[in-house]
């Protein structure tokens, strides 16, 4: 981006160029535009914005020039400068949403399925994403670096989804394409750019497929067109709208449908996280939502401190294919008044990826959820962590280690947390034999928590009494 002293000169020399134009305005009034200029430009950088529109092109180009994008947006800017030569200007510069061509195919959303989504997600018509979550979409990190496998984050609800499809990323890297029972971790720290993509597509494919009880998937994009009016109880949020379902019968098509339109989950402005939240409640079905859900449960995303968090049912359709709204083994009847005997929904069978849980907070009231054996056993050695309301994966490379119970005596974990500061891939050693970790046997939870990590607590909920080598790392949770 050019600077106020950059700006200024071009502004003196277009004043001299053409005198009789510019005669009149004062210098002090040029100086106010620059000045307010650089006020809006230090608000968007606050909130996370970019005043250029060269992010929509370069996921296209699936390329990564920061000095062109920089000189692109010096430019655009320049020339609103001369245009308008108002800050408002600057309001149109938020990159735009990616679209598709209307010709693709798909089914065109209508007003009954909009209102279906809404009521599933928010349990109204009126609540729309926020802001964060607009803008969230699936990115790795770097390719062919140390945690070239990995998601990056953002904040606020979405981070949970990502989490959660982070686990299926890493289920596709180490255990799908590859065969061999131990696989070294610096393969996934060898990945490209096309391997990236490649997991990505994949990981989805398999979370719709599975949801979708493996005889549909429906995967959902925007399209520049709008495709129904909507009613006085329907507020509109300007991409629903514009939405097209596209249905696949094999598992197969839709991996490659969504590898060919990758930069629609991957990219600045492709809304990729909630297009994928949207494709995942269609390949379900709405039908089939309900019967997952129970009365605790009557939509999936819930309001906390001005922003959406996912209940767990989001988390556990995911995880499992079904929205299950606990985690607990089966059904649970609750004792309730009168002769009406209700049931809680928990986890029917085991899935290839699990779940574990830990929280202060709920361990000081009493309120841990008792995740059972199904999440905490999965096929696969790769756990979603829900630790003190943050999200993060614990995974090991051996393919074996929770068939043969002898492996579970010393092995390795490793922690990806999803944060920014998290520049490698954490190494754990676990050791469930050695009991030193807890010298007073009696002494409550709560007092162990603190004394040690949540991380920690959180693997001795499945294996209790372990202790654990952090490998020079430092402790963090």
Same mark, same amino acid.
Not at 201 to 213: C, R
Not at 260 to 286: A, K, M, P, Q
Not at 398 to 423: A, C, I, T, V
């Given at each position: 981006?050019?600077?106020?002293?950059?700006?200024?000169?071009?502004?003196?020399?277009?004043?001299?160029?053409?005198?009789?134009?510019?005669?009149? /305005?004062?210098?002090?009034?040029? =100086? #106010?535009? /620059?000045?307010?200029?650089?006020?809006?430009?230090?608000?968007?950088?606050?909130?996370?914005?970019?005043?250029?529109?060269?992010?929509?092109?370069?996921?296209?180009?699936?390329?990564?020039?920061?000095?062109?994008?920089?000189?692109?947006?010096?430019?655009?800017? %320049?020339?609103?400068?001369?245009?308008?030569?108002?800050?408002? =200007?600057?309001?149109?510069?938020?990159?735009?949403?990616?679209?598709?061509?209307?010709?693709?195919?798909?089914?065109?959303?209508?007003?009954?399925?909009?209102?279906?989504?809404?009521?599933?997600?928010?349990?109204? $018509?009126?609540?729309?994403? #926020?802001?964060?979550?607009?803008?969230?979409?699936?990115?790795?990190?770097?390719?062919?670096?140390?945690?070239?496998?990995?998601?990056?984050?953002?904040?606020?609800?979405? %981070?949970?989804?990502?989490?959660?499809?982070?686990?299926?990323?890493? @289920?596709?890297?180490?255990?799908?394409?590859?065969?061999?029972?131990?696989?070294?971790?610096?393969?996934?720290?060898?990945?490209?750019?096309?391997?990236?993509?490649?997991?990505?597509?994949?990981?989805?494919?398999?979370?719709?497929?599975?949801?979708?009880? &493996?005889?549909?998937?429906?995967?959902?994009?925007?399209?520049?067109?709008?495709?129904? $009016?909507?009613?006085?109880?329907?507020?509109?949020?300007?991409?629903?709208?514009?939405?097209?379902?596209?249905?696949?019968?094999? @598992?197969? $098509?839709?991996?490659?449908?969504?590898?060919?339109?990758?930069?629609?989950?991957?990219?600045? &402005? #492709?809304?990729?996280?909630?297009?994928?939240?949207?494709?995942?409640?269609?390949?379900?079905?709405?039908?089939?939502?309900?019967?997952?859900?129970?009365?605790?449960?009557?939509?999936?995303?819930?309001?906390?401190?001005?922003?959406?968090?996912?209940?767990?049912?989001?988390?556990?359709?995911?995880?499992?294919?079904?929205?299950?709204?606990?985690?607990?083994?089966?059904? +649970?009847?609750?004792?309730?008044?009168?002769?009406?005997?209700?049931?809680?929904?928990?986890?029917?069978?085991?899935?290839?990826?699990?779940?574990?849980?830990?929280?202060?907070?709920?361990?000081?009231?009493?309120?841990?959820?008792?995740?059972? =054996?199904?999440?905490?056993?999965?096929?696969?050695?790769?756990?979603?962590?829900?630790?003190? &309301?943050?999200? =993060?994966?614990?995974?090991?490379?051996?393919?074996?280690?929770?068939?043969?119970?002898?492996?579970?005596?010393?092995?390795?974990?490793?922690?990806?947390?999803?944060?920014?500061? +998290?520049?490698?891939?954490?190494?754990?050693?676990?050791?469930?034999?050695?009991?030193?970790?807890?010298?007073?046997?009696?002494?409550?939870?709560?007092?162990?928590?603190?004394?040690?990590?949540?991380?920690?607590?959180? /693997?001795?909920?499945?294996?209790?009494?372990?202790?654990?080598?952090?490998?020079?790392?430092?402790?963090?949770?």
């Amino acid at each position: 981006m050019r600077t106020q002293l950059q700006l200024g000169e071009q502004m003196d020399q277009e004043i001299s160029s053409d005198a009789p134009n510019f005669q009149q /305005i004062e210098l002090e009034e040029i =100086s #106010s535009k /620059i000045s307010t200029l650089d006020k809006w430009r230090k608000i968007f950088s606050f909130h996370g914005l970019e005043i250029s529109h060269t992010s929509q092109q370069k996921c296209q180009d699936h390329k990564s020039e920061d000095d062109k994008e920089d000189a692109a947006g010096a430019a655009q800017t %320049t020339s609103s400068l001369k245009q308008d030569r108002f800050p408002s =200007s600057i309001l149109y510069l938020v990159p735009k949403a990616l679209t598709v061509s209307s010709n693709l195919g798909g089914q065109p959303i209508s007003l009954e399925m909009a209102v279906g989504l809404r009521r599933m997600l928010f349990g109204s $018509t009126y609540h729309v994403f #926020s802001y964060e979550w607009k803008r969230s979409y699936f990115r790795f990190h770097e390719p062919h670096a140390d945690l070239a496998y990995a998601l990056e984050t953002d904040k606020g609800g979405a %981070t949970a989804v990502q989490m959660a499809v982070q686990v299926n990323i890493i @289920k596709y890297l180490l255990f799908v394409q590859n065969k061999q029972e131990n696989i070294h971790l610096q393969s996934l720290c060898e990945i490209s750019q096309k391997e990236q993509e490649k997991a990505l597509a994949a990981a989805v494919a398999d979370i719709l497929w599975t949801a979708g009880e &493996g005889q549909k998937a429906t995967v959902c994009l925007i399209t520049s067109d709008t495709y129904f $009016t909507p009613s006085m109880d329907y507020k509109v949020d300007h991409f629903t709208e514009r939405v097209q379902l596209f249905d696949f019968f094999e @598992k197969e $098509t839709t991996e490659q449908f969504l590898c060919d339109h990758i930069h629609c989950l991957n990219c600045e &402005g #492709s809304h990729g996280v909630i297009l994928f939240l949207y494709s995942l409640l269609f390949s379900r079905t709405f039908e089939r939502l309900q019967k997952d859900l129970d009365f605790t449960t009557t939509h999936l995303l819930q309001c906390r401190l001005g922003n959406f968090s996912c209940r767990q049912a989001i988390l556990n359709i995911i995880l499992t294919g079904r929205a299950s709204p606990h985690v607990f083994n089966g059904f +649970q009847k609750l004792d309730t008044e009168g002769s009406v005997q209700k049931l809680l929904h928990g986890i029917l069978s085991r899935s290839d990826v699990g779940y574990l849980h830990w929280s202060k907070e709920e361990v000081e009231h009493y309120k841990l959820p008792q995740v059972g =054996s199904m999440l905490k056993t999965p096929k696969l050695p790769i756990w979603l962590c829900n630790i003190n &309301g943050t999200y =993060s994966v614990l995974f090991s490379t051996n393919r074996l280690l929770l068939s043969d119970w002898k492996m579970e005596h010393l092995f390795d974990l490793y922690l990806y947390n999803g944060r920014p500061s +998290q520049k490698t891939t954490v190494h754990l050693t676990i050791d469930t034999h050695s009991h030193h970790w807890e010298e007073n046997h009696y002494e409550e939870d709560c007092a162990s928590e603190k004394r040690f990590p949540s991380v920690e607590m959180a /693997i001795r909920t499945k294996w209790e009494g372990a202790a654990i080598n952090w490998n020079g790392a430092a402790p963090f949770f």
